[in-house]
């Protein structure tokens, strides 16, 4: 059974940071490319950023600079570091293997002040 399961969203002022967690299981997580998307509210789910079993990462524009995905292998993990945090980051957050599409059920965060 393939589970991904985020965790660290919450709540944070304009500016601060928090990093994003996956935790996987089902799945050769080795050799997946993984990646991160968001849904704000009556928005459409936009692409993060993404990251191959090779460890090469691409990012959206918008977070390029800011944002660090990352992954460990040996926990079957994959990271978002998120800083300088703004309004417009706030989202549900979530995670995805991207070959075979799998999701996870999202993690709120939530920007404001």
């Known amino acids: 059974q393939v589970q991904l399961v985020e965790s660290g969203g919450g709540l944070v002022q304009p500016g601060g940071s928090l990093r994003l967690s996956c935790v996987t299981s089902?799945?050769?997580?080795?050799?997946?490319?993984m990646g991160w998307y968001r849904q704000a509210p009556g928005k459409q789910r936009e692409f993060v950023a993404i990251?191959?079993?090779?460890?090469?990462?691409n990012y959206a524009d918008s977070v390029k600079g800011r944002f660090t995905i990352s992954r460990d292998n040996t926990k079957n993990t994959v990271y978002l570091q998120m800083n300088s945090l703004k309004p417009e980051d706030t989202a549900v957050y979530y995670c995805k293997e991207i070959a075979y599409q799998y999701w996870g059920q999202g993690t709120q965060v939530t920007v404001s002040s």
């Open positions: 089902g799945i050769i997580f080795s050799l997946s490319t």
């Open positions: 990251i191959s079993s090779g460890g090469n990462p």
